[in-house]
């Protein structure tokens, strides 16, 4: 089965902060990350070595900061 789940909202700074401490928590804890998408619950093995890939940009109008973690 093939997924691709992408979501996008507007938090405030500290509600995105605890965002990434969830997933963290389940990837520290668990080895894997969840989510609910129309009604089910999705689950994400996560093996014990990972890609990381950080990436900042920043010009006049706009910030971004892209965590991403491949296997």
């Not at 093939?2 to 965002?19: G, Q, T």
């Given at each position: 089965?093939e997924?691709?789940y992408?979501?996008?909202?507007?938090?405030?700074r500290?509600a995105?902060?605890?965002?990434?401490h969830?997933?963290?928590?389940?990837?520290s804890?668990?080895?894997e990350?969840?989510?609910?998408r129309e009604?089910?619950r999705?689950t994400v093995?996560v093996?014990d070595?990972v890609?990381?890939?950080f990436?900042?940009e920043?010009?006049d109008?706009?910030s971004?900061?892209?965590?991403?973690?491949t296997?």
């Amino acid at each position: 089965m093939e997924l691709e789940y992408s979501s996008e909202e507007r938090l405030r700074r500290e509600a995105a902060a605890d965002r990434l401490h969830q997933i963290a928590d389940e990837l520290s804890r668990q080895n894997e990350v969840s989510f609910e998408r129309e009604g089910r619950r999705f689950t994400v093995q996560v093996p014990d070595e990972v890609n990381f890939k950080f990436e900042v940009e920043i010009d006049d109008e706009e910030s971004e900061v892209e965590i991403e973690l491949t296997w």
